[in-house]
């Protein structure tokens, strides 16, 4: 169907009749809606802590990032079992007075599917915590860091995401 004939379809029935065809279409084609919903409804990893750190300059200095995975959710370790699963990685890009020496992730736990008995998976559940060390430059520098994970649960998993964290650094 070409754009226009789209655009005159959405005009003519509205918003709410287009999503519902498209919600059927869904349906008819073996898509689980309402498991889906779930998946996305809130933020599959959220980063708690610290907001602010003070570190003396020019000096590796470890900080220790809390992160908190939805329940019912998983995310692949930083080591995973297998070489086509994504891993989980903090960066901190290198235009920010701070760089990142090291970083250091928690070990994973194993985690069988009931769909694959064989295979264990590395991953992270609840909360978890990486040490960064970090190496900041004198003054007050406003981290934007990220955090790149692939979440999942035991039948699905979400396209791979990329979250800020927001550290505000101070060199001293």
Same mark, same amino acid.
């Given at each position: ?5 789209? !655009? ?12 519902? =065809?498209? %919600?059927?279409?869904?349906? $008819? *084609? ?7 919903? +779930? ?14 750190? !003070? ?9 220790? %990032? ?5 329940? @019912?959710?998983?995310?692949?370790? *930083?080591?995973? +079992?297998?070489?086509? %699963?994504?891993? !989980?990685?903090? +960066? ?39 040490? $960064?060390?970090?190496? $900041?430059?004198?003054?007050? *520098? ?5 955090? *790149? ?5 035991? +039948? ?5 995401? !990329? ?6 650094? =101070? @060199?001293?």
């Amino acid at each position: 169907m070409e754009q226009d004939e789209v !655009t005159k379809i959405y005009k003519k029935i509205g918003f709410a009749a287009v999503a519902a =065809m498209a %919600l059927a279409s869904l349906q $008819a *084609h073996g898509q689980d809606i309402g498991a889906n919903r +779930s998946i996305v409804r809130n933020e599959a990893v959220q980063y708690l802590s610290p907001e602010q750190v !003070t570190v003396p300059a020019g000096k590796p200095t470890p900080v220790n %990032l809390h992160f908190k995975i939805a329940p @019912g959710l998983h995310i692949n370790s *930083h080591t995973p +079992s297998e070489d086509y %699963l994504i891993p !989980t990685t903090f +960066s901190i890009p290198g235009d920010t007075g701070v760089k990142l020496d090291k970083a250091i992730y928690p070990a994973g736990a194993d985690l069988v599917l009931p769909i694959d008995p064989k295979t264990k998976l590395s991953v992270y559940t609840g909360e978890f915590v990486i040490q $960064a060390r970090i190496i $900041a430059a004198p003054g007050n *520098h406003l981290v934007e860091a990220t955090l *790149h994970f692939q979440a999942c649960n035991e +039948s699905q998993c979400l396209p791979p995401k !990329t979250i800020p964290v927001a550290i505000d650094v =101070m @060199g001293k």
